[in-house]
């Protein structure tokens, strides 16, 4: 069989096997291994659940004939199954009926079957009506609830759009009030909406059908008289006695400003100034960042769900859960550029229209960019179970070197989430490559690289590429270590710094070369050849011997050469 029917996960950790890996090691969200079972009854009825796990995921291949906790080639035990009943057998015990491909692929001479599977366009199930989805390696049960959202997604029901049993006399005053003081913000239609009566406000929002409140308004504008929409915390510790909580029945655009303002209450501001004299406030979680954590919890919520969005607060880590799992094709690995697929749909278009959610952003983008802005760590985006998501914001006071460079950027730079990223990324390490960059960046190889191109552009004039064995790599720019010297992982040496250093071991040891030099201190070739040519422009140093061209070329002290004691 060839290898390009076979999915590149799966043909790489095959690989990786054939060199001494185990498979339950290589296992992933889109990747299961299976051994054949004595029975083939047996057989079918693993590949039927892992099947379904993965069709209610992202899809992903099935291995049969491998042994998970058996290393190297011992672990390939091969099967003798059919793929063609294989195809045809999960076909027949799923609802609704699996389509998959199945083949033969020999490695290291055992003769395994590959299952590929889509991710289904419907919730399925087995013939009984169990089923299950794919949770980072595990496949978890879906309970009625639970399998009822999924079949919802997948379908692109609105649960937000259908009429609730509330009618417009049912809203709060409060909550009405709150959105007419967003809608008196803008400069454009909507201010005048903010004038309007209740019925037109609430009519033009979109939150009534044929007399009654849809689902969404009934969220916004009356909420539950039992269950809170928003549960607040704050602690003086993570894991500490609370001393600030927030649990009220409310209307949703209560509950949202009124844990906006607690969490700025209970927070720290710090003011820098900047070269030019302006003063920049900074707060220990960048407001831009809490509002777009807090609206998508909100809005991308499961309401089917009981539970309310949880937000903890402590100086150190403010994290957000939300009810629900992201929607069927969103991971923590793509969710900054995979496509927006609101569960509730109208209940964001209501949203955006007072604001409470941008048309051009899911808003993780921006709360990325909003903590690397402050030399924080990136959002920590998790699913946890039973499906829930987490958002973890890390605190603390911000970093004021950071902060005062990325003020000094174009704004254009500013706002790039993929400009943030890299400036992160070598803040912690001295050098990067595309390659190593593209997972973070959640970006190809190639868009990676065009952004570390774009990067070193004379208008930003953050990065200098770099020439090493297996392609370019990339570095702070000499402008950008030296503004952001201090708040470095890494040890750095100034140019000043290192010409002293040259000095000092040609004093002692009388000569130098361009590979002691790229030892000493972690050049390549090129930047070891540039500082020799500096030095002997200035006459420090002088080229000994007849030697033209090559590393091997050796260099002592010339005319300029401090003597012992003199200042450099």
Known sequence: ?????????????????????????????????????????????????????????????????????????????????????????????????????????????????????????????????????????????????????????????????????????????????????????????????????????????????????????????????????????????????????????????????????????????????????????????????????????LLHRDYRQPEPVSVDHSPNVLSFVSPGPLVPGVTPENILHAPSKPRNAQLMRVARGLGLAEELSRGVDRMYREMLKLGKQPPHITEDAPFSVRVELTGGAPNQVIARFVAGLPVAAQEDVDVMLVLFALTQRSMVSASELAPLLQRSENATQAVLQRMSDPEIEMLAPQSRKGGTAWQLSQRALAELRTALAYRTVTQDEMDRKIIEYVREKRTIDNRTLRIFFDLDVNGAAYRLRTLVGAQILEKLGTQERGPGIQYGPGVNFPAEGQSE
């Open 1 to 297: 069989m060839s290898q390009q029917l076979i999915p590149l996960e799966a043909f790489d950790a095959l690989r990786a096997i054939s060199n001494g890996a185990r498979a339950d090691d290589l296992e992933s969200e889109t990747l299961e291994f299976k051994q054949a079972a004595d029975e083939e009854g047996e057989t079918i009825r693993a590949l039927l659940d892992a099947a379904i796990c993965l069709a209610n995921a992202r899809g992903g291949a099935i291995v049969l004939g491998l042994a998970d906790n058996v290393a190297g080639p011992s672990g390939f035990v091969g099967t003798t199954i059919d793929p063609y009943q294989v195809r045809k057998r999960l076909h027949e015990l799923s609802e609704p009926p699996l389509v998959v491909t199945a083949f033969d692929h020999e490695h290291s001479g055992k003769r395994l079957v590959i299952v590929g599977v889509s991710e289904g366009m419907e919730m399925v199930s087995d013939t009984r009506g169990r089923a299950s989805r794919r949770i980072g390696k595990e496949c978890r049960p879906l309970t009625i609830s639970q399998a009822a959202a999924l079949q919802d997604d997948r379908r692109r029901f609105d649960w937000s759009a259908e009429v609730s049993d509330r009618d417009p006399d049912s809203v709060q005053a409060p909550a009405v009030d709150a959105s007419r003081t967003m809608l008196g913000r803008f400069e454009d239609e909507r201010r005048a909406l903010a004038q309007a009566t209740t019925e037109d406000l609430l009519g033009d929002l979109g939150v009534i059908r044929d007399g009654r409140l849809v689902r969404a308004g009934e969220i916004l504008f009356i909420g539950s008289s039992e269950r809170p929409p928003i549960v607040y915390v704050f602690r003086d510790t993570p894991g500490g006695e609370a001393i600030d909580e927030y649990r009220d029945a409310v209307p949703g655009l209560i509950a949202y400003r009124e844990v906006i303002a607690r969490i700025q209450r209970n927070s720290s501001p710090t003011t820098i100034t900047l070269p030019d004299g302006q003063q920049l406030v900074l707060h220990d979680f960048p407001l831009l960042a809490i509002r777009e954590a807090l609206s998508n919890a």
